[in-house]
């Protein structure tokens, strides 16, 4: 079975706005495409926590119109706008294409950023899509970055970005476990949280990996 999605206002939302902690998002299908800025995402902006993603399937591709790695459009994402935790992403899935789109994880308060975990046989980033775990908090008590762990037989990346950032507070790990070889071109390694590979096949084209704190 397919499920499809298109457009910037259609999609899957789980929000918590109080002190009660969002619902999770479950989803199993043979394909899932979100395309033209579809998205699926949980948030919190009280007290309460986001929910978790869980997604499981053959395929997933996601296309959009991401600017900069936005979170908002054409993506995967959890986000916490205050005091809660942002929800944890699990995605395993045989082939993972991103298109533009992204899968990624916000924090903008005091609230944690949650974990990204990828399991696939292939995962492919092009036209500035990506994976990030971002806090962008503007004060002291900011939440730290959530991490990145990816286990894959290939990566390409052209044009893509695997990435955690911080503002005011720590950044998170990323890592990527491919058992065999690795080739790697243009790789840029920033200052923040660890970032540690263990590759079969690692392609990148003008791609990124790197961690970032400017607090």
């Known amino acids: 079975?397919?499920?499809?999605?298109?457009?910037?206002?259609t999609g899957f939302r789980a929000d918590s706005e109080g002190a009660g902690n969002a619902g999770g998002i479950f989803i199993k299908a043979h394909q899932i495409k979100l395309t033209d800025g579809a998205m699926?995402?949980?948030?919190?902006?009280?007290?309460?926590?986001?929910?978790s993603i869980t997604i499981l399937a053959d395929t997933l591709?996601?296309?959009?119109?991401?600017?900069?790695?936005?979170?908002?459009?054409g993506s995967i994402f959890a986000f916490s706008a205050a005091a809660g935790n942002s929800g944890n992403i699990?995605?395993?899935?045989?082939?993972?294409?991103?298109n533009n789109g992204a899968i990624s994880n916000l924090t903008l308060g005091s609230g944690?950023?949650?974990?990204i975990s990828i399991s696939t046989d292939s995962l492919?980033?092009?036209?500035a899509g990506g994976i990030?775990?971002?806090?962008?908090?503007?004060?002291?008590?900011?939440?730290?970055?959530?991490?990145?762990?990816?286990?894959?037989?290939?990566i390409k990346m052209n044009s893509g970005v695997i990435i955690t950032a911080a503002t005011n507070a720590a950044g998170g790990d990323i890592t990527i476990t491919m058992p065999r070889q690795v080739?790697?071109?243009?790789?840029l390694f920033g200052e923040g949280g660890n970032t540690s590979t263990t590759p079969i096949l690692l392609y990148l084209q003008q791609g990124e990996i790197a961690t970032n704190v400017k607090g």
């Open 1 to 9: 079975e397919t499920l499809a999605t298109t457009g910037s206002t």
């Open 40 to 51: 699926m995402s949980s948030s919190a902006s009280g007290t309460g926590a986001a929910g």
């Open 61 to 73: 591709a996601i296309s959009g119109k991401p600017s900069k790695m936005s979170a908002l459009s």
């Open 90 to 98: 699990l995605i395993d899935a045989h082939q993972i294409i991103l």
């Open 112 to 115: 944690t950023g949650g974990t």
């Open 124 to 127: 492919t980033i092009s036209e």
């Open 132 to 154: 990030a775990a971002n806090s962008l908090g503007e004060t002291e008590t900011a939440g730290d970055a959530g991490n990145i762990h990816i286990q894959a037989n290939t």
């Open 183 to 187: 080739d790697l071109h243009k790789l």
